[in-house]
């Protein structure tokens, strides 16, 4: 458990000087945009090749995507009840809404809070692909349907994850597995380099977003937005634990990776895709702030508890 909290200290460290480094603006504006872009197209990727590519397949298509897969559904079917019976969300709002809750940043802060929690962040691989092969086409259908918007069909829906660099690493790193092969060192060296990088820039990155953002939880999104929270942060891993230690009878490091991802705050795509249709924009920028903040301690706790 102390190696664990001194990772996440180590984690806090690199985050305080990214918020730093937008303070004393020792790089320009919009550095965290540009920071986000390279470990989006290079240096993540790269990690999750190499992670999945060293991984067990059925370690990544393991009980414990199960368990993610499952928690990911019911949160969504839970917030949209609750959101019916207790808020005014409806139509494309209450559709964002349900994202809130069951779309993770996997991609950016999941891979190094597993890193230092579990020890890899294969477990990440199958949240990846369900996120950006499943959930992305299907929302931004229903989402196209509720808003009357035509300009995005659904082949262009079930192609754009196709040209992601996440998916097609992760799925390069399958093949990999799948085959059994060995990457020649020549190869490796270039993308170990890149992989290196990947947690420290997203890390800067993300502190360096936190400097001027506004304080979550004004106005009409207060109820909605403390929903979503609740059943990200406490309501998922809650649930990934039943599923997993009750259903499939899963205990020690095989339980733990699937409630870590659980735990994992709202993903900043889902405030991007409320952007793009410009409905629910507070309540999802919101949720994506506090659930960023409260994950944290929630995963040191998880961790303390089931380590």
């Given at each position: 458990?102390?190696?664990?909290?001194?990772?996440?200290?180590?984690?806090?460290?690199?985050?305080?000087?990214?918020?730093?480094?937008?303070?004393?603006?020792?790089?320009?504006?919009?550095?965290?945009?540009?920071?986000?872009?390279?470990?989006?197209?290079?240096?993540?990727?790269?990690l999750m090749f190499r992670t999945v590519a060293d991984a067990d397949v059925a370690t990544?298509?393991?009980?414990?995507?199960v368990v993610n897969v499952a928690t990911a559904l019911l949160l969504a079917l839970v917030?949209?009840?609750?959101?019916?019976?207790?808020?005014?969300?409806?139509?494309?709002?209450?559709?964002?809404?349900?994202?809130?809750?069951?779309?993770?940043?996997?991609?950016?802060?999941?891979?190094?809070?597993?890193?230092?929690?579990?020890?890899?962040?294969?477990?990440?691989?199958?949240?990846?692909?369900?996120?950006?092969?499943?959930?992305?086409?299907?929302?931004?259908?229903?989402?196209?349907?509720?808003?009357?918007?035509?300009?995005?069909?659904?082949?262009?829906?079930?192609?754009?994850?196709?040209?992601?660099?996440?998916?097609?690493?992760?799925?390069?790193?399958?093949?990999?597995?799948?085959?059994?092969?060995?990457?020649?060192?020549?190869?490796?060296?270039?993308?170990?380099?890149?992989?290196?990088?990947?947690?420290?820039?997203?890390?800067?990155?993300?502190?360096?977003?936190?400097?001027?953002?506004?304080?979550?939880?004004?106005?009409?999104?207060?109820?909605?937005?403390?929903?979503?929270?609740?059943?990200?942060?406490?309501?998922?891993?809650?649930?990934?634990?039943?599923?997993?230690?009750?259903?499939?009878?899963?205990?020690?490091?095989?339980?733990?990776?699937?409630?870590?991802?659980?735990?994992?705050?709202?993903?900043?795509?889902?405030?991007?895709?409320?952007?793009?249709?410009?409905?629910?924009?507070?309540?999802?920028?919101?949720?994506?702030?506090?659930?960023?903040?409260?994950?944290?301690?929630?995963?040191?706790?998880?961790?303390?508890?089931?380590?």
């Amino acid at each position: 458990m102390g190696e664990v909290l001194v990772g996440f200290a180590s984690l806090t460290v690199v985050v305080v000087l990214g918020y730093l480094l937008a303070r004393w603006k020792a790089l320009p504006d919009g550095a965290d945009s540009v920071l986000a872009r390279l470990t989006f197209y290079a240096a993540t990727p790269a990690l999750m090749f190499r992670t999945v590519a060293d991984a067990d397949v059925a370690t990544v298509f393991s009980a414990g995507a199960v368990v993610n897969v499952a928690t990911a559904l019911l949160l969504a079917l839970v917030f949209a009840v609750l959101g019916r019976l207790l808020t005014s969300l409806r139509g494309p709002d209450l559709t964002l809404g349900a994202l809130t809750v069951s779309y993770v940043n996997a991609g950016n802060l999941g891979i190094p809070l597993l890193v230092f929690a579990v020890g890899d962040a294969a477990a990440i691989a199958p949240v990846l692909l369900l996120q950006l092969l499943v959930m992305v086409p299907v929302v931004f259908t229903i989402l196209d349907r509720q808003t009357g918007r035509s300009g995005f069909s659904g082949v262009q829906a079930l192609l754009t994850p196709l040209a992601n660099p996440l998916v097609l690493s992760v799925a390069a790193g399958l093949v990999i597995a799948m085959v059994g092969a060995r990457v020649p060192e020549p190869v490796m060296m270039p993308i170990d380099l890149l992989a290196d990088m990947a947690v420290p820039t997203m890390l800067i990155a993300f502190g360096f977003s936190l400097r001027g953002a506004p304080l979550p939880g004004r106005g009409e999104v207060r109820g909605p937005m403390w929903t979503a929270m609740v059943l990200r942060c406490l309501g998922g891993p809650a649930i990934a634990y039943l599923l997993g230690s009750q259903v499939l009878g899963l205990e020690g490091r095989a339980l733990l990776a699937p409630v870590i991802v659980a735990a994992l705050p709202t993903a900043q795509n889902v405030f991007v895709y409320a952007m793009r249709y410009g409905r629910a924009v507070p309540m999802v920028r919101d949720t994506v702030l506090l659930t960023t903040i409260v994950c944290v301690p929630v995963i040191v706790a998880l961790v303390a508890l089931l380590g």
